[in-house]
């Protein structure tokens, strides 16, 4: 009974559904991984180089509140006026509120000192207060606010820090300034941020404490204006050192403690961690920079989910796109298969009416017209291959009997006629030497041999007979060189009861002979055998001068010759050896054969050859 699953059309609509689900499957999927991996990057990198610009544009806005103090610090013009304008005042004038009470020569190092402060702060403004102080209580001011004043340095407490804090700078955290406040239109107070640094003569010796101010706002406005663009995406703090929050202003430290406990294990390098927010439990991700500038620290933190909402949509709109297109192939595949079963039906009734008696007859082909040019061929392929089968059955009989022809004329050519040669005048040789042990046993061999080449009662022999023989005629020629002629047989005990062609290690070791005597003894020849996967090898291999390219490159003109035309050629009693070889092996082990040339690391050459094990019924 027939199987309905098995049917052409199930079948190739299966295979097909089955092609196009896993291909289509992996390559969405690759696609997604792909994609998400870009987004999901895009994504961290965009907070981490937000984390990086915002700490970039504060250090520049510190570093011009900066170079201000440095101008001051190293002008020595700057410096002596303020010592000559602090030094010729008395306790009264020192809190006096107007310049008639100060003396002439120190109203006019304050103007010029003034000027000079104003020339320090530049056009551009970079910070909107100076102020110089001397170490006792006098301070003078330049900028929004002017004049000289008066200060208690024990109420001061950035006082004892500067001070102490020799060769660098103080950055004090944002305070209320209601000083700054009143220039401003704003009814707010306003908060400031003050920079200090001590000055010193030529001496070395600090002489006062220079202060600039710049307004909190002015500093934080590219924080102000992103957050303005992006109100419900990112928060930003920032805090210092000491983890006290230097903005946002006025915020409770508890709600971002978690944050900045974070940083003690927060690696810098990295682009951003996961943090769980304490009060909504959400995923977050955090991104901190650090500034070795100002030791202020920005936090970047965004929720995980609204970071990858791009890579969400991407998602669903993946899905439903792969599921329309998978849909729409499968239908697709559906009725291909359909289509091409119709066609192979009327085939099979074609091929199902083909009788033996019709050999020969060849009928008027009937046109399919299924649409696919491949099945119309293939039905009128079937309705003459009547005609044909007569033909390819000719040809298949003369293909045998060729093949038959080259194994006979395979055997029959494998005896070198230098061998017999070189044997003979060897014997005649050590004849005159009276040389008899060694004639008689050189006589052995060469009778052994010749017996085993000239005995046809089979076409194949096991391995250890061919590498008994083949062990006879090395012997021949090394009672000839003597010890000038090494040789070693390493054969896999396994394989020497398989079956092979006959004389087709014999003739490799005559090829190694004839090339490894070409120069100066000691001369190797090295015989391995091994069996891998039911495949038989075996390799012989010298320490001669090699092959000769113009030799090699005439073997593979010929063998290539031989596989376009399938033709044997006519073999020849001398000069065949290798290419004898590897007719035979093609003639019995067709594709499964090997036939190799190498040349050996260590000089010399190597052949290998082999095929596949048959199995014995």
């Not at 020192?94 to 310049?99: E, F, G, R, V, Y």
């Not at 909402?309 to 499968?330: E, G, N, Q, Y």
């Not at 119709?342 to 649409?371: A, C, M, V, W």
């Not at 079937?382 to 007569?390: A, C, D, E, Q």
């Amino acid at each position: 009974m027939l199987n309905k699953f098995k049917n052409i059309q199930t079948i190739l609509f299966t295979t097909y559904s089955l092609i196009i689900i896993i291909v289509f499957t992996v390559l969405v999927v690759w696609i997604y991984l792909w994609v998400s991996d870009l987004l999901r990057e895009n994504a961290t990198d965009s907070i981490y180089n937000l984390a990086q610009s915002t700490q970039e544009k504060l250090d520049l806005e510190i570093q011009k509140m900066d170079a201000v103090t440095l101008d001051v610090m190293y002008s020595n013009l700057v410096k002596d006026l303020f010592i000559e304008y602090t030094s010729g005042k008395t306790e009264e004038q020192l809190h006096a509120s107007t310049s008639k009470s100060i003396p002439m020569n120190n109203f006019e190092s304050s103007k010029e000192l003034a000027d000079i402060l104003a020339i320090a702060i530049g056009p551009s403004r970079p910070v909107d207060q100076v102020y110089l102080y001397d170490f006792m209580n006098s301070v003078y001011a330049n900028g929004i606010e002017n004049g000289h004043q008066s200060y208690d340095p024990t109420k001061e407490d950035w006082y004892k820090t500067v001070t102490e804090n020799k060769k660098g700078k103080f950055i004090h955290p944002p305070v209320p300034d209601e000083k700054m406040s009143k220039f401003l239109s704003s009814n707010q107070v306003q908060y400031s941020i003050s920079l200090f640094r001590l000055f010193y003569d030529q001496e070395n010796v600090a002489q006062g404490i220079v202060e600039v101010k710049q307004y909190y706002n002015h500093i934080f406005k590219s924080i102000m204006d992103y957050l303005d663009r992006n109100p419900n995406r990112e928060k930003i703090i920032v805090f210092d050192d000491s983890n006290h929050i230097i903005y946002p202003l006025n915020m409770n430290q508890s709600d971002y403690e978690p944050y900045i406990t974070k940083y003690s294990n927060y690696n810098n390098d990295d682009k951003y961690t996961i943090i769980t927010n304490p009060t909504t439990k959400e995923k977050e991700m955090l991104s901190i920079k650090h500034s070795q500038f100002t030791r202020w620290n920005v936090a970047i933190i965004i929720s995980e989910k609204k970071l990858l909402a791009p890579l969400s949509l991407f998602a669903k709109r993946t899905v439903f796109v792969a599921i329309l297109i998978l849909i729409f192939a499968i239908l697709l595949s559906f009725f291909s298969a359909k289509r091409i079963t119709l066609p192979i039906l009327k085939i099979h009734r074609t091929i199902r009416n083909i009788r033996l008696e019709d050999i020969g007859y060849n009928p008027t082909p009937q046109q399919l017209n299924s649409g696919l040019n491949e099945l119309d061929q293939l039905h009128l392929s079937f309705i003459n291959m009547n005609s044909r089968l007569k033909n390819s059955m000719n040809e298949l009989l003369l293909s045998q009997a060729q093949e038959l022809q080259s194994k006979m004329i395979a055997l029959q050519s494998q005896m070198n006629p230098h061998f017999l040669y070189n044997t003979i005048m060897t014997i005649r040789i050590m004849a005159e030497e009276n040389m008899n042990s060694q004639i008689i046993e050189m006589s052995d061999n060469l009778s052994d041999m010749l017996r085993y080449i000239s005995s046809d009662e089979s076409l194949e022999v096991d391995i250890a007979t061919e590498l008994h023989y083949t062990e006879k005629y090395i012997n021949i020629h090394q009672i000839r060189y003597g010890s000038q002629l090494q040789y070693s047989f390493e054969i896999d005990p396994n394989m020497l009861d398989l079956k092979i062609p006959k004389l087709i290690i014999q003739p490799l070791v005559e090829n190694a002979l004839k090339f490894v005597t070409r120069k100066a003894s000691p001369w190797h020849i090295h015989i391995v055998g091994t069996i891998t996967n039911n495949n038989w090898q075996i390799t012989v291999s010298d320490n001669g001068l090699g092959f000769n390219d113009q030799q090699l490159n005439l073997l593979y003109e010929k063998i290539e010759k031989i596989e376009q035309s399938k033709i044997m050629p006519g073999l020849k009693l001398n000069g065949m050896g290798l290419l004898n070889i590897y007719l035979r092996l093609k003639l019995q082990y067709q594709a499964k054969m090997v036939f190799r040339i190498a040349y050996n690391s260590n000089g010399g050459a190597s052949v290998t050859i082999g095929g596949f094990i048959v199995e014995e019924e």
